[in-house]
């Protein structure tokens, strides 16, 4: 198993579709938009879901051995000094946005204060001085073939994501326990019916086009390094996906979440800097 800490899988009681892979979460609103050129772009990402699906290189597993990927050891290694960063930016932890102040999408799963997020690169799109702040996890995830999105995952005590999946199969999801309090069964991740429990300086890498959710039932923090890297394919889905990945960041939510992200960065660092220059008494 992935990180050696999945349980038994959970006894199937949806009705099995035949792609092996639903492209809906039952329950949750769809993150779209009602303008024509998305609605556009999303019919197309759906037909591409299913080529990704019956071209995908590696199979379909919900949940992947580490070994799978041999880079995986790498980002691994580079943990105490990914901490030694985190612990920097959870200094100013109440400053930091929610997931859903900077991608609107995610009020359908989360509206309340307990998910914030710490981005150095979203959708292909680098947080410049975030990753100044971070220059060694930044250069960890270099190790990562086809990275697109890196951020520090959040979930404050009582966090509870509820079940939905992801918008795009042409990614993988990529954890690394960063903080993971005890005791460990209230705090897990649930993918399609396989339950895995995080464990510091481990990745988990899985499929979040599978429905999932995700908890913390502690009484402290949890923090994970979250990454979304370009799911490996083959030829005609890699193509496809190669495309829709560069069209993506020009569609509206996309945009929004980045705008979103660039005014909270200019506040951020604008606060930290008056702190500097403030006159000592």
Request: glycine residues 6%; proline residues 8%; aromatic residues 12%.
């Amino acid at each position: 198993m992935t990180d050696g800490t999945a349980d038994a899988p959970l006894p199937d009681t949806s009705v099995s579709k035949p792609e092996g892979q639903s492209f809906a979460t039952s329950g949750i609103a769809p993150m779209d938009r009602p303008s024509p050129v998305t609605r556009f772009f999303m019919g197309i990402v759906a037909w591409a879901e299913k080529l990704n699906f019956k071209y995908a290189k590696l199979g379909n597993p919900p949940v992947y051995d580490n070994r799978t990927f041999p880079w995986a050891a790498e980002v691994e290694k580079a943990w105490p000094q990914i901490r030694a960063e985190l612990d920097r930016v959870l200094v100013r932890q109440s400053e930091l946005p929610t997931f859903q102040e900077i991608s609107t999408d995610v009020r359908t799963i989360s509206t309340d204060a307990g998910w914030k997020t710490f981005f150095l690169v979203g959708f292909g799109v680098k947080s410049e001085q975030n990753i100044a702040a971070c220059p060694q996890t930044w250069q960890a995830v270099q190790k990562i073939p086809g990275l697109k999105t890196a951020m520090f995952s959040i979930f404050e005590p009582g966090k509870h994501l509820p079940a939905h999946r992801g918008p795009y199969n042409g990614v993988l999801r990529l954890h690394l326990g960063m903080i993971v309090p005890e005791p460990a069964d209230k705090l897990a991740i649930r993918v399609k019916d396989q339950i895995c429990h995080w464990q510091e300086g481990k990745a988990l890498i899985f499929d979040d086009a599978y429905e999932h959710e995700a908890w913390n039932h502690t009484d402290k923090t949890r923090v994970v390094l979250f990454v979304d890297f370009v799911k490996p394919l083959k030829f005609p889905a890699r193509f496809v996906n190669w495309a829709l990945m560069n069209l993506a960041v020009f569609t509206p939510f996309i945009r929004e979440g980045l705008d979103n992200h660039k005014e909270w960065e200019k506040k951020f660092y604008a606060e930290a800097e008056a702190f500097r220059n403030r006159p000592q008494t």
